[in-house]
Structures are given as structure tokens and as C-alpha cells.
């Protein structure tokens, strides 16, 4: 009961957390210096791909807490160390995805900050 009730809130949080950071056009604009033809329904996916994949093994990190060069060491490192624990229950992350979750976090890593 006590697990049931610790996981209901954690997906409460992280619901709430979801709402929180609205994807926008300006976003995808960023994002599309780097990334080009990015859309907001693409980051959008890499959102929704870090949420699901970063956070079953640990916390999840704002993207502005580290940079560009940082994530881009960080995600095909944690990839590899997801694919070794999750790769055996057969649901290992691909490239089109580790590639999702890249353009997420670089993109957000350099959003404005909010007031």
C-alpha cells in the first residue's frame, strides 16, 4: 500500500513537472540553429523520450544545468549504461531516440531563463 501510494505521488510530480515547461515555436526555433527542420511536436517527443527513459534510472536534470558540449557527452554515455540494464528486458533505446532526447536537452540547455 505504502509503495502504491509513494508511486501515485511520483507520477503526480511528474505530471506536474511536464506542465511546467511548455514547448513553443521559439523552442524549436532554437533548437533549429543546430538541429534543422526541428518542430515543436519533435522536441516535443524528445521531451517525452527523456521523461520516460532518463528518469527509470535516476532524477531527472533540468537541461540549463548542464551544456551543450556537456549533454553531448552525457546522453550516448547514458544510453549505453541504459541499454547494458534495460537492453536485457529487450527494450534497449535506439539512435532515433538517443537522437530525440539529444536535441531535447541541447535545445532546452540554452532556453531564457524564466522570470
Same mark, same amino acid.
Given at each position: $500500500?505504502k509503495?502504491?501510494s ?6 503526480l510530480?511528474?505530471?506536474?513537472g511536464? /506542465?511546467? $515547461?511548455?514547448? +513553443? ?8 540553429v /543546430?538541429?534543422?527542420?526541428?518542430t515543436?511536436?519533435?522536441?516535443t517527443?524528445g521531451?517525452?523520450?527523456?521523461? =520516460?527513459?532518463?528518469? @527509470?534510472?535516476?532524477g !531527472?536534470? @533540468?537541461?540549463?544545468?548542464? =551544456? ?5 557527452? %552525457?546522453?550516448?554515455? $547514458?544510453?549505453? #549504461?541504459?541499454?547494458? /540494464?534495460?537492453?536485457? *528486458?529487450? *527494450?534497449?533505446?535506439?539512435s532515433?531516440?538517443?537522437?530525440? %532526447? !539529444? ?5 532546452? @540547455? +540554452?532556453?531564457? #531563463?524564466?522570470?
Amino acid at each position: $500500500m505504502k509503495s502504491i501510494s509513494i508511486f501515485s505521488l511520483a507520477l503526480l510530480l511528474a505530471a506536474c513537472g511536464s /506542465k511546467m $515547461m511548455e514547448l +513553443s515555436n521559439a523552442d524549436a526555433e532554437r533548437g533549429a540553429v /543546430k538541429f534543422p527542420g526541428l518542430t515543436v511536436a519533435a522536441l516535443t517527443q524528445g521531451k517525452t523520450h527523456y521523461e =520516460t527513459h532518463c528518469q @527509470s534510472c535516476h532524477g !531527472l536534470y @533540468s537541461p540549463a544545468s548542464r =551544456t551543450e558540449p556537456q549533454w553531448r557527452g %552525457i546522453v550516448p554515455n $547514458m544510453v549505453i #549504461k541504459a541499454n547494458k /540494464k534495460m537492453g536485457k *528486458m529487450g *527494450m534497449p533505446i535506439d539512435s532515433a531516440v538517443q537522437e530525440s %532526447i !539529444l536535441r531535447y536537452v541541447v535545445t532546452m @540547455s +540554452s532556453a531564457p #531563463k524564466s522570470k
